[in-house]
């Protein structure tokens, strides 16, 4: 049987991977759902550090700062804004990201007649064709991590890999 860290660990991808299902519906993402996809991924992250502290305090106590301090930068700013997001999410008035919206291609296509910018031309006099790429509307949820603004689903990606990389690291 797995042990609490490693199901936490396996909680936190689920909601990631729910995030980017979210995030990839086209036209009918839901920023509410969104957010309370967050809301979880949030709290079953932090949940797998304070299971590995639980399962072993000594050896979680003997890793954890060099673990971290070896990490990037970017990555460390990663980790304290994800325990920062937490806190605002469980204690105050919700984790923080911007609402943008984007679109996805889902076709090019070729439309005999049109100009380049996809307005209609007449159809006499004019034999170019002009490529016209259909896109839907999607949502695509930012975060501001040490004052750079970064897409939040490969953040949040990044945020389990480097989970289980030091999960695996206190399994060794």
Known sequence: MATLSRRKLGETRYFWGLMELERQKALQANWDHFAYLLSAFLSAGRSVTF????????????????WLAAQSAEDQALFKFMNRQRREEVHVAGAAFSRETGTIPVADVFIAGATASGAARPPFGYVDDY?????????KPQFEIAGRTVDAVPACRRYVDLLAEFLDRFER
Not at 51 to 66: C, F, G, I, M, S
Not at 131 to 139: D, M
């Open 131 to 139: 490529p016209v790429t259909i896109e839907i509307g999607t949502i």
């Open 51 to 66: 299971a590995v502290q639980n399962e072993d305090p000594d050896r979680y106590a003997a890793l954890w700062t060099p």
